[in-house]
């Protein structure tokens, strides 16, 4: 996507070094962060300097890349894959980007690990990029459907919660793919954005939809439901960290009331993924995907950057109040409308999922 006119995608190599938007600055500022040890990618990844399940994915490819550039042993690959695997709990593409690293590089001579490496996260990162579009494709087309039902140049009203956008992944985003596809295609959108306290993701979803000049509005994350019972959503369309085989899936905390309260006014609820987040080994969202509990200073404490130009936070509770802050939930395949993925759409279900990935089936 594009930043004031030149075109960008989250995660670059560029003349042997790695590039990152550093997603701590917006929407405030837009800074490009160069990474190059395995801590700093560790620490991109734990502190969210970049974020999203598909982004964090690449990133973690990128990281083996640079490790086997430095040290191409069998000590150092394991090194690599063990502290970037623990940076994260929840999404799968970390795992999933990293086994593939393994699997790619292990068997190889050490001379020819680290060109193999770069040119697998760059596979990664290409393959995400083609994913999303393909995603924005096959959702574009649900919202066409909507748009036909609708007197000529009434908006699309869509809900999404958190930021499964462009900066989420390489390009594009998940559920915005469908949403900038079809504000290309000339269909009037109106997006509903969720806040996602406590770190904000909506603003990013804001600072996405307003640079491509999509109206929408942020709004708290419990509005939604009253947004839906009084008709002004037609469709939620929203992420997922971890996809199970049977179609459960878990996204930003939030997500889950957002589903309910779209079953409670039958509002579509779709949720928009690249394959690399199906957990084809699990079955049970809610009884086996891990849940991080993150830093509870994120909700005690509002935080962002400051007029003076460096990060900071604000206490908005009682100092000393104990809080929780778990960063994900599940909402099981029951209360999704429909899975829209690389390959076109199909039903939150085990039979919905193998249909459209034969050679992977349900687990
Ligand atoms: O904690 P984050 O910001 O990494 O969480 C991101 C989300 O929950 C997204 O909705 C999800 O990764 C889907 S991304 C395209």
Request: charge should be negative; hydrophobic fraction near 40%.
């Amino acid at each position: 996507m594009k930043v004031d006119g030149k075109p960008f995608r989250s995660i670059w190599d560029e003349d042997g070094a790695v590039r990152i938007i550093d997603q701590r600055w917006l929407p405030h500022d837009f800074r490009i962060a160069r990474i190059e040890t395995l801590d700093d990618f560790a620490t991109a990844i734990r502190n969210m300097w970049v974020r999203g399940a598909p982004l964090i994915g690449a990133t973690a490819a990128y990281g083996v890349a640079r490790q086997m550039a430095r040290d191409p042993s069998d000590a150092a690959l394991s090194e690599a894959c063990a502290v970037l695997n623990a940076t994260r709990p929840t999404a799968i593409n970390l795992a999933w980007a990293l086994d593939r690293c393994r699997a790619a590089v292990a068997p190889l001579p050490a001379g020819d690990r680290a060109d193999a490496a770069l040119t697998l996260a760059r596979r990664i990162a290409d393959d995400d990029v083609e994913c999303n579009r393909l995603i924005g494709v096959h959702g574009l087309n649900l919202i066409r459907r909507i748009a036909a039902r609708k007197p000529r140049g009434e908006p699309v009203r869509l809900l999404t919660h958190c930021n499964a956008g462009w900066i989420a992944t390489v390009d594009w985003g998940t559920a915005t793919s469908p949403m900038y596809q079809a504000a290309d295609a000339g269909i009037p959108l109106h997006v509903w954005v969720d806040e996602t306290r406590p770190r904000s993701q909506g603003a990013l979803t804001a600072w996405e939809l307003g640079a491509h000049g999509i109206p929408h509005t942020f709004v708290t994350d419990n509005a939604g439901g009253h947004l839906m019972q009084k008709g002004l959503v037609d469709m939620v369309i929203t992420g997922t960290d971890r996809t199970t085989a049977r179609g459960d899936v878990c996204n930003k905390i939030g997500t889950y009331l957002k589903a309910l309260a779209a079953g409670d006014n039958d509002v579509p609820f779709y949720v928009a993924l690249p394959s690399s987040t199906i957990d084809w080994t699990m079955t049970d969202g809610l009884r086996d995907i891990p849940i991080e509990d993150r830093d509870p200073r994120e909700v005690t404490h509002v935080q962002g950057a400051l007029d003076d130009g460096t990060l900071g936070r604000v206490r908005v509770t009682p100092e000393g109040t104990p809080a929780g802050n778990p960063a994900f939930d599940v909402t099981p395949a029951r209360l999704v409308t429909g899975l829209i993925t690389e390959r076109g759409l199909c039903d939150a279900s085990a039979e919905g999922l193998a249909g459209l990935f034969p050679a992977r089936g349900a687990a």
